[in-house]
């Protein structure tokens, strides 16, 4: 079945990088952008960016652009997402997501919501 | 970027139930909206796609509407199991931006 798999929970001391990573299985890598999507303790959901497995664009939020970076290797179908600079306040769930290929439509592109998710990845900040 | 504007922030209701959330955008995003439900420590699920159509496997009690700035979620016969917290998505264009959240309690 279609799965996302993510790497498992980790610890970072403030100033250092994290990497996380996101298998999926079931479908075909390539036809898919990959989303990352993070959540705070007791907090909503946050977009962070997107990747396109295929040709390797990336769009990233302004609020992490500089800090986060965004990969994938098609051999693995494995995406990733490493932020670095960490801070207390990135503690959080990392979760990524997948959604459709943006498609033309009407000179413009018609973009698709997030249709599966992994299972979250929490990371932890702290001294 | 577009701002999302959720309400209400929490819902008392019980079972049986018929409950609607709702979600305001800036600026319009045609139907380009998607509802997801979050049970505690588990990942969102998708519920409603394109503001108005039923992801698979989601029971018919969900449905959505609208188009444009403002839509709507809505549980016909609320279930136990639909205790939960609730997010749209405007997928309009990047960034993607989530609603506050809607806590359905009992």
């Known amino acids: 079945q279609e799965q996302l798999v993510q790497s498992g929970a980790d610890v970072k001391k403030p100033g250092a990088s994290v990497k996380v990573s996101c298998k999926a299985s079931?479908?075909?890598?390539?036809?898919?952008?990959m989303h990352w999507v993070r959540q705070a303790p007791g907090q909503g959901l946050e977009w962070m960016g997107r990747?396109?497995?295929?040709?390797?664009?990336?769009d990233y939020a302004q609020k992490f652009q500089g800090r986060v970076t965004m990969t994938s290797d098609t051999s693995t179908s494995t995406a990733y997402m490493e932020l670095s600079a960490l801070r207390s306040d990135d503690t959080a769930i990392y979760y990524c997501?997948?959604?459709?290929?943006?498609?033309?439509?009407?000179?413009?592109?018609?973009?698709?919501?997030?249709?599966?998710w992994g299972q979250g990845t929490t990371v932890t900040v702290s001294s | 970027d577009i701002q999302m504007t959720q309400s209400p922030s929490s819902l008392s209701a019980s079972v049986g139930d018929r409950v609607t959330i709702t979600c305001r955008a800036s600026?319009?995003?045609?139907?380009?909206l998607d509802w997801y439900l979050q049970k505690p420590g588990t990942a969102p699920e998708r519920l409603i796609y394109g503001a108005s159509s039923l992801h698979p496997g989601v029971p018919s009690r969900f449905s959505g509407s609208g188009s444009g700035t403002d839509f709507t979620l809505t549980i016909s016969s609320l279930q136990p199991e639909d205790f939960a917290t609730y997010f749209c998505?405007?997928?309009?264009?990047?960034?993607?931006?989530f609603g506050q959240g809607t806590t359905l309690e009992i």
């Open positions: 998505l405007q997928h309009s264009g990047y960034p993607f931006t």
């Open positions: 079931g479908y075909l890598f390539t036809v898919y952008h």
């Open positions: 600026q319009g995003i045609r139907n380009e």
């Open positions: 997501a997948r959604a459709p290929a943006p498609r033309p439509k009407l000179g413009t592109y018609y973009y698709y919501g997030l249709d599966l």
């Open positions: 990747i396109n497995p295929n040709l390797k664009d990336t």
